[in-house]
């Protein structure tokens, strides 16, 4: 039996193993991986909801002097209101958006990142990856499964901020509609997804899990900087397009485009696909 609670398949040769490991196996690496990640995700969804929650709360404050506050607004550059996403604070999903949504995919897409740069290359430096590759097997599930565990545990993540954020809004008599907030939150599951399956694609290719970190997490900030700042500069705004977050929009405002949506998850997978390959024909460090 192997860690997977799989038994090994009998045969010789890694086209017995291949011919024999199920697709069975994929549904229990899925189950497994997700377990292992529920604490992580729990974490990380109280984090961000309390977070959400708080700012939600906070509104209350404004609701009395949204007027004076959007006047005093008018002191501040277009261009820097613009870059923020503020455009009416007496309004709760501008302020949401302004607040939470635009920032919260920098932090929340650090857990697809973490969890995918652990999956091969931290295996590899932790000494583990052989045990889990002694199990009947195959390498493209290792990766597929790790990405799909990694989705669902970023779905409950994105579920409990949403349950903490509206909970909220209820008790604090603010006119935060649902679907509003589950649009918001759901809309940050592509856009995190992407990043998550660069890492994975990092951790295929390179044997340091502080590369499948680094390189990521460059191109996440590397690509807020340029949306953001392609907003108020003429002289960026032809680059926006090359950033994800030019294609992440204000669901809570606007409601989701299931065009960018299903964009962003289809770049998401096909990174993954790349990524298949690259682990299948390379050495395993031990």
């Known amino acids: 039996m192997g860690v997977l609670g799989l038994r090994k398949a009998g045969g010789r040769g890694k086209h017995s193993a291949r011919r024999a490991a199920p697709l069975t196996t994929l549904s229990a690496l899925v189950f497994h991986t997700t377990k292992m990640q529920s604490r992580g995700a729990l974490i990380w969804g109280a984090a961000l909801g309390l977070y959400s929650a708080a700012i939600v709360a906070s509104f209350t404050t404004f609701s009395g002097s949204a007027d004076q506050m959007n006047q005093l607004l008018e002191a501040y550059p277009e261009g820097m209101l613009e870059a923020f996403g503020i455009t009416d604070l007496a309004d709760v999903e501008n302020y949401m958006n302004s607040q939470v949504f635009l920032l919260a995919p920098l932090a929340l897409a650090f857990f697809p990142i973490l969890a995918a740069a ?33 989705a669902f545990s970023l779905l409950a993540i994105l579920a409990l901020m949403g349950v903490l954020t509206q909970a909220t809004a209820f008790l604090m008599d603010v006119n935060l509609p649902v679907a509003n907030t589950a649009a918001a939150v759901l809309n940050m ?30 191109l996440l900030f590397a690509m807020y900087l340029l949306d953001t700042l392609g907003r108020v500069s003429e002289d960026l705004e032809d680059l926006q397009p090359a950033s994800a977050f030019y294609y992440y929009g204000s669901a809570i405002e606007d409601g989701i485009d299931w065009t960018n949506f299903w964009g962003l998850t289809l770049v998401a997978v096909a990174l993954v696909l790349l990524a298949v390959p690259a682990f299948r024909h390379r050495d395993i460090y031990t």
């Open 118 to 150: 652990g999956t091969i290359a931290g295996a590899e430096e932790r000494g583990t990856i052989d045990v889990l590759l002694g199990n009947p097997i195959p390498r493209w599930q290792l990766v597929v499964g790790s990405f799909a565990s990694m």
């Open 189 to 218: 599951w592509p856009l995190c997804l992407v990043f998550g399956a660069a890492a994975m694609l990092c951790s295929a290719v390179f044997h340091r899990r502080a590369l499948a970190i680094a390189i990521p997490a460059f």
